[in-house]
T-cell receptor
Framework: DTEVTQTPKHLVMGMTNKKSLKCEQHMGHRAMYWYKQKAKKPPELMFVYSYEKLSINESVPSRFSPECPNSSLLNLHLHALQPEDSALYLC?????????????FGDGTRLSIL | GESVGLHLPTLSVQEGDNSIINCAYS??????FIWYKQESGKGPQFIID?????DKRQGQRVTVLLNKTVKHLSLQIAATQPGDSAVYFC???????????FGTGTRLQVTL
């Protein structure tokens, strides 16, 4: 069982909806990440939070809005998404936002945009 | 949309045999590497990591080899089992702290 918990596991939404993806870890990790993964492709980094502050935004469209309320929680707010945003959204965490730190992943939220 | 005809490289191995999954990386400045296993419907699962000051690291039934001269990484799985069937990704730290870049992945199929 993964120690990074993501909810919901599946989400179907229309292009005008607003929804949020949630991620939680209780390992005391101080870096958290959002990745997007399309079918048969590797995960692609979207955002990195380091000590609850956004440190990397990989030029992600503003219809994706991350939030880190505290060191254990990470949210991804979704608004006005496009069909091409349908993908598996993965959350990960690592002990520290440094090199040489393994990232541990949740099982993701599978998002479908109608 | 999705690329038509996109296929993951596939390695087919008989149960009990050893598996070797290869990964080439391009950035000579990369100094940390991780292998992940991703089963269908799950997130990537950490298997083993290696720093660039090492050329070999062993875990339980797995060994990672790093050849910095040719920028090549391999994952060896001993006595492959049906539960090893999954997609395997290598990932490297390419410079920016916290930023991992994943390889394209290899599907391992274990036949009985």
């Amino acid at each position: 069982d993964t120690e990074v918990t993501q909810t919901p596991k599946h989400l179907v939404m229309g292009m005008t909806n607003k929804k949020s993806l949630k991620c939680e870890q209780h390992m005391g990790h101080r870096a958290m990440y959002w990745y997007k993964q399309k079918a048969k492709k590797p995960p692609e980094l979207m955002f990195v939070y380091s000590y609850e502050k956004l440190s990397i935004n990989e030029s992600v469209p503003s219809r994706f809005s991350p939030e880190c309320p505290n060191s254990s929680l990470l949210n991804l707010h979704l608004h006005a998404l496009q069909p091409e945003d349908s993908a598996l959204y993965l959350c990960a965490s690592s002990q520290a936002p440094a090199r040489n730190q393994p990232q541990h992943f949740g099982d993701g939220t599978r998002l479908s945009i109608l | 949309g999705e690329s038509v005809g996109l296929h993951l490289p596939t390695l087919s191995v008989q149960e009990g045999d050893n598996s070797i999954i290869n990964c080439a990386y391009s950035n000579s400045a990369s100094d940390y590497f991780i292998w992940y296993k991703q089963e269908s419907g799950k997130g990537p699962q950490f298997i083993i990591d290696i720093r660039s000051n090492m050329d070999k690291r062993q875990g339980q039934r797995v060994t990672v080899l790093l050849n910095k001269t040719v920028k090549h990484l391999s994952l060896q799985i001993a006595a492959t089992q049906p539960g090893d069937s999954a997609v395997y990704f290598c990932a490297e730290n390419t410079g920016t702290a916290s930023k991992l870049t994943f390889g394209t992945g290899t599907r391992l199929q274990v036949t009985l």
